[in-house]
């Protein structure tokens, strides 16, 4: 009867990656549903952590989003270590990728912003006064920190993959993509420097799909080059036939 390897390395990559992908969706549709249900939002004009708000009208939805993000990174950061975890050169695209998780986990449920800024103009005078809790400061910081560790982990993983010899052939695929992605920053700096405040959210939201298409993109790696779980058949040996003849002297 057929039977299933041991669990190996190689499969809790794949089962990691699987679920990575799987969180980076629940991700994007919930927020799409968080998006569409909140009044007076605009995608186009709105940061995405507006949802979260205290004072939004279904922050826990958002919260929710956002841990699945979170949880999907550092996932993908454990998937990665298990695949290979020798030396600086392999360990430092995961623990970038794993800082930005804990910072997404952290901006949903601990780090909510108090107040919607391009949507209450009341807001944004509480800001400019400083009159807004730690946790409301500390969401925007995390959140740049996280996108630039993110960023910055696309680079580390080329080193990485330039040093592999099963990863070799998508190191320039990968440079080349962190190169585009530091020319589209600087055109999304300009585009959203003439109006903040009626493009943050358009601009935000192409940052964050570039980072999900790269969650994924590594995901489809890990499950590309790790080998998936075979089926062993296991038979109950054959007694060998007798021979009448050994017995003679």
């Known amino acids: 009867m057929p039977r ?135 969401h925007k910081h995390a959140f740049f920190r996280g996108s630039a560790a993110l960023f910055i982990s696309v680079f580390a993983m080329a080193w990485r993959f330039h040093g592999d010899p099963k990863w070799r052939q998508a190191w320039f695929a990968t440079l080349a993509a962190g190169l585009l992605s530091v020319v589209m920053l600087i055109v999304a700096f300009h585009f959203f420097r003439e109006d903040p405040h009626n493009r943050f959210g358009l601009v935000q939201r192409i940052g964050l799909a570039a980072g999900g298409a790269w969650i994924i993109g590594l995901s489809l790696g890990l499950l590309h080059f790790s080998p998936s779980v075979t089926l062993k058949a296991t038979r109950n040996p054959r007694p060998e036939p007798h021979d009448p003849t050994a017995q003679r002297t």
């Open 4 to 138: 299933a390897e041991p669990r190996t390395g190689s499969t809790w990559v794949r089962s990691l990656a699987t679920a990575t992908i799987g969180g980076q969706i629940i991700w994007l549709v919930t927020i799409a549903v968080a998006g569409a249900v909140e009044p007076e939002y605009d995608p186009a004009r709105d940061a995405v952590g507006f949802l979260g708000a205290r004072d939004s009208a279904h922050p826990w939805i958002f919260w929710i989003a956002v841990t699945f993000a979170g949880a999907s990174c550092l996932a993908l950061a454990t998937a990665l270590l298990l695949d290979n975890r020798v030396g600086w050169q392999a360990v430092t695209g995961p623990i970038l990728i794993a800082f930005a998780g804990v910072v997404q986990v952290m901006n949903g449920f601990i780090w909510p912003v108090d107040c919607r800024g391009t949507i209450d103009a009341m807001c944004e005078a509480r800001e400019l006064r400083g009159d807004v809790s730690w946790q409301h400061v500390a």
